[in-house]
């Protein structure tokens, strides 16, 4: 085949992920073949739908001649002018954060935005941190953009069975060539929130050195407890926040976020992203500007969140609980987010080979630490696709019970 060679290696390299998908359309298109349905507790995708005034408003656009017509049009590569001087209202009346329109750059999904961020900011050789554990696409990414030649290292963020970042660590990990700091607040897989300290801990040697600290905040809007303040304040002079719409909104196929971006970075962002996007969806930025210009709409999308915060911990907490129950296992309880990261380690190393047993002998899908930077020994498991059955999670959890009693048994 006449591919490149990062695209083979990338063929090479699969995500389990994948695999993952791949699975579940196997058991979806051929259901016999298996003893039982399938529980999948693996993707981070919500499945509770998104706030009602968010149709309200794009009915409005779909009904209106005009915003029809501009729906239809391109916008300007970093969003319509109009939406961009709205966000900050967005970000006043949900999240309580004063933030200026000035730095910010809207795009096609968080995903594409934090790829054109690492080619922003990255010249090969030039080195990234990213936590241990982390989101798993971030390396994938790297690789691509950069053709393998961006410099990972992990800065790990677990000792034992606790959330213990070391500013002091993450100083000794600092070269010449440091160029970001990326974080994941709450965090994927760990589902933990960074506390003002530590951020300011992070910015301070940021300052010191010349690196910028990239703030991941897809699920900022499901915290359950811990320090909100990161995301009330102010970002600092060497912050990148990417603020993706796919969680909040429980609408990832929208694909729509924005970047809230030093000034100076706004115009090269914006180069890069005319070569490569050309313009973020018209009719969804329609939306947001009928969305982000009423107040009331404005408060039932907070109103949602909240409601859907407490919903999430709830299921947060009684997946905590079980899973201790459970004799030798590690939990990191989460303070965010969809997922539960739990140690296996006392069972064995090799989440791998756990993840592939659990899903052959009880039909349960989860997925490997191993693939978030290298959390060997944890495994995830995330209950965003079961937020409206919560017997689905109860299920699985007692599958997952039933596995290491028998392992137990055997031992
Ligand atoms: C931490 C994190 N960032 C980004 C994404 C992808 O977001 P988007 O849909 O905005 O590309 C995910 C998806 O699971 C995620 O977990």
């Known amino acids: 085949m006449g591919i490149s060679d990062i695209a083979k290696y990338m063929m090479e390299h699969p995500s389990s992920i994948r695999e993952i998908m791949e699975l579940v359309a196997e058991y979806e298109k051929h259901p016999e073949k298996f003893p039982r349905p399938l529980v999948y507790l693996a993707g981070g995708w919500p499945q509770d739908p998104p706030p009602r005034v968010l149709r309200e408003k794009l009915r409005e656009v779909l009904e209106d001649d005009d915003a029809w017509r501009r729906a239809a049009r391109y916008s300007p590569t970093i969003g319509?002018?109009?939406?961009?001087?709205?966000?900050?209202?967005?970000?006043?009346?949900?999240?309580?954060?004063?933030?200026?329109?000035?730095?910010?750059?809207?795009?096609?999904?968080?995903?594409?935005?934090?790829?054109?961020?690492?080619?922003?900011?990255?010249?090969?050789?030039?080195?990234?941190?990213?936590?241990?554990?982390?989101?798993?696409?971030?390396?994938?990414?790297?690789?691509?953009?950069?053709?393998l030649r961006a410099k990972i290292r992990y800065w790990p963020i677990i000792e034992g069975s606790e959330f213990r970042p070391s500013i002091d660590a993450l100083n000794n990990m600092l070269t010449s060539r440091t160029k970001a700091v990326l974080i994941t607040s709450p965090g994927n897989p760990d589902g933990q929130v960074w506390d003002d300290t530590l951020l300011r801990g992070i910015h301070d040697l940021a300052e010191d050195h010349g690196f910028y600290v990239i703030i991941d905040a897809a699920y900022r809007a499901f915290i359950f407890e811990g320090d909100k303040t990161p995301f009330q304040r102010k970002p600092l002079e060497r912050e990148i926040w990417i603020c993706s719409f796919s969680k909040e909104f429980r609408a990832p196929g929208w694909r729509a976020s924005y970047v809230v971006i030093p000034e100076e970075l706004r115009r090269p962002l914006n180069t890069i992203e005319q070569a490569r996007t050309l313009a973020p969806v018209s009719l969804i930025q329609l939306m947001l500007i009928r969305l982000f210009s009423d107040r009331e709409a404005l408060a039932s999308v907070r109103r949602h969140y909240e409601e859907g915060a407490r919903r999430y911990a709830e299921l947060a907490e009684e997946t905590v609980r079980e899973l201790l129950s459970i004799e030798n296992i590690g939990v990191l309880p989460p303070k965010g987010g969809f997922y539960v990261f739990f140690n296996i380690s006392a069972f064995s190393e090799d989440d791998k080979k756990v993840w592939r047993e659990l899903i052959d002998k009880k039909q349960l899908a989860l997925a490997p630490g191993s693939d978030f930077n290298g959390a060997r020994g944890w495994i995830r498991l995330s209950f965003a696709p079961v937020v409206e059955t919560p017997e689905v999670l109860r299920e699985g959890i007692k599958r997952l019970k039933e596995f290491f009693a028998e392992i137990k048994a055997h031992q």
């Open 80 to 147: 319509f002018p109009d939406l961009i001087e709205l966000i900050p209202e967005y970000e006043r009346h949900v999240f309580g954060r004063n933030v200026s329109s000035e730095k910010i750059v809207f795009g096609l999904g968080s995903t594409e935005q934090t790829a054109a961020i690492f080619r922003l900011l990255l010249n090969p050789g030039d080195e990234i941190i990213l936590t241990r554990p982390g989101y798993l696409n971030y390396v994938r990414q790297l690789e691509l953009e950069l053709s």
